[in-house]
C-alpha cells in the first residue's frame, strides 16, 4: 500500500506531465511528490554518514523500482529534483516574508536573511546530507546549476527596482550567485557568517541594486 503523501509540488507537477506526455499515461504527479519525499526522509535520517541508496528510497515511498525509474533515470536525478523541489518551497514562503516589507532595504534583508540562515547548524546538516548524495551536486545549497536558482534570483527584481536599477535581472543574478557562494563556503568550512560578515553582505547586496546612485 502506497504511504499517504503531500500535495504535488511545482517540480513534482512538472517531472510527473512530461512522464505521463511520454508514456501516454494518466498523472504521475502522486508518484513523483511520494519519491521526493522519501528522497528527503532517508537523506535526512542518513546524515553524511552514508548515501541513500534507490532501494531505502523507493521502500519508503511505499512503490516498485520499476516505479522509480519512471521517473527518474539515476539517483542524481532525484537529488537534483529534490533540490529544485527545496529551492521552489523556500522562494515561495520567502516572497511572502517579502511582501510585508515596505521597503526595498527591508526585501533584501528578509532575502539575505534567508540565504544565511542555510548555514544553521539544523539546515547545513540537511543541506549536507543532500548534497553528499549527489556527486554532480558539489556546491552549497541552493546553488545546483543556474536555473536551480532562478526562482531566489527572481525576488530581487522589485526591490532592485525600488532602488532604481535598470538592469534588475543581471544584478540579481550577479547578487545571487555571490551570496550563495559564500554560503556555499560557509557550509564547506562548518562556519556561519558574523553579524558583520550579514551586514556587508546587505550593503553589497544594496549597493549593486544602486551601481553608484544615491538611493531613491
Known amino acids: 500500500m ?21 508514456r501516454r499515461r494518466p498523472d504521475y504527479a502522486s508518484e513523483v511528490t511520494a519519491l521526493i519525499e522519501a528522497a528527503r526522509k532517508v537523506i535526512d535520517a542518513s546524515g ?8 531505502d528510497i523507493v521502500t519508503v515511498a511505499g512503490l516498485s523500482n520499476d516505479a522509480f525509474y519512471r521517473h527518474f533515470p539515476s539517483k542524481d536525478a532525484l537529488v537534483a529534483a529534490l533540490i529544485e523541489d527545496g529551492v521552489e518551497r523556500v ?5 511572502r516574508r517579502m511582501a510585508k516589507e515596505p521597503t526595498a532595504e527591508g526585501r533584501i534583508r528578509q532575502w539575505l536573511d534567508a540565504a544565511l540562515s542555510q548555514t544553521d547548524e539544523t539546515q547545513a546538516a540537511s543541506t549536507s546530507a543532500i548534497l553528499s548524495n549527489s556527486a554532480n551536486l558539489n556546491t552549497g545549497f541552493p546553488t545546483g546549476d543556474h536555473s536551480a536558482k532562478r526562482p531566489l534570483a527572481e525576488l530581487l527584481h522589485e526591490p532592485f527596482a525600488m532602488l532604481g ?6 544584478d540579481a543574478e550577479l547578487v545571487t550567485h555571490a551570496v550563495y557562494g559564500r554560503v556555499s563556503g560557509h557550509l564547506r568550512a562548518g ?16 549597493s549593486t541594486a544602486l551601481d553608484g546612485r544615491p538611493p531613491v
Open 2 to 22: 502506497e504511504n499517504a503523501i503531500a500535495s504535488p509540488s511545482g517540480v513534482a507537477a512538472r517531472i510527473a506531465a512530461r512522464t505521463a506526455a511520454e
Open 48 to 55: 553524511t554518514a552514508a548515501k541513500a541508496r534507490v532501494a
Open 91 to 95: 522562494a515561495a514562503a520567502l516572497a
Open 165 to 170: 536599477s535598470s538592469t534588475c535581472e543581471l
Open 191 to 206: 562556519t556561519r557568517p558574523t553579524p558583520d560578515e550579514a551586514e556587508r553582505l546587505l550593503r553589497f547586496c544594496v
